[in-house]
């Protein structure tokens, strides 16, 4: 052991036994639990209470029911809603003229995305659409 190690060592034990020294000086030490505990008691339960009994069918009251009870809808009417304050939307044709006009613009929609993927314009698909598109208006 190094003389420095064994100087560390020295003093940690003087200081060991000076502390061990002031506390025997001191007294007993301080109880900090109670002597004796009190006496654990599980609570008490009441008694398990017997099952309701079914007492049977009520009577009916001697004057019949409330229509409330026995007629379905809603108990008071309800207000009509409003008028709204600004006409109806125009929409741009018949319906039949617009399902035509997006059946269209599909086929052009599918049209330039094989264009935009190289398809050449003589495939079968391309030929298919473009007939589609010559077709007259039925109108």
């Known amino acids: 052991m190094t003389p420095l ?5 020295l003093a940690f034990l003087l200081a060991l036994g000076a502390a061990a020294a002031s506390a025997a000086q001191i007294g007993p030490p301080t109880q900090l639990l109670p002597q004796s505990l009190p ?6 339960s009441p008694a398990p209470l017997p099952p309701p009994i079914n007492p049977g069918y009520v009577a009916a009251p001697p004057n019949g029911l409330s ?3 026995t007629q ?3 108990v008071y009417e309800l207000p009509a809603p409003a008028a709204p304050s600004y ?17 269209r613009n599909e086929l052009l929609g599918q049209q330039w995305r094989l264009q935009r993927n190289g398809v050449s314009p003589d495939s079968q698909r391309s030929r298919e659409i473009q007939q589609q598109l010559n077709q007259p208006d039925p109108q």
Request: hydrophobic share 35%; net charge neutral; charged share 5%.
């Open 5 to 9: 190690a064994s100087g560390l060592l």
């Open 39 to 44: 006496a654990i008691v599980p609570p008490t």
């Open 67 to 69: 229509p409330i009870l």
């Open 72 to 74: 379905p809808g809603p």
């Open 87 to 103: 006409p109806p939307p125009q929409l741009p044709g018949p319906i039949d003229n617009q399902k035509m006009q997006s059946f």
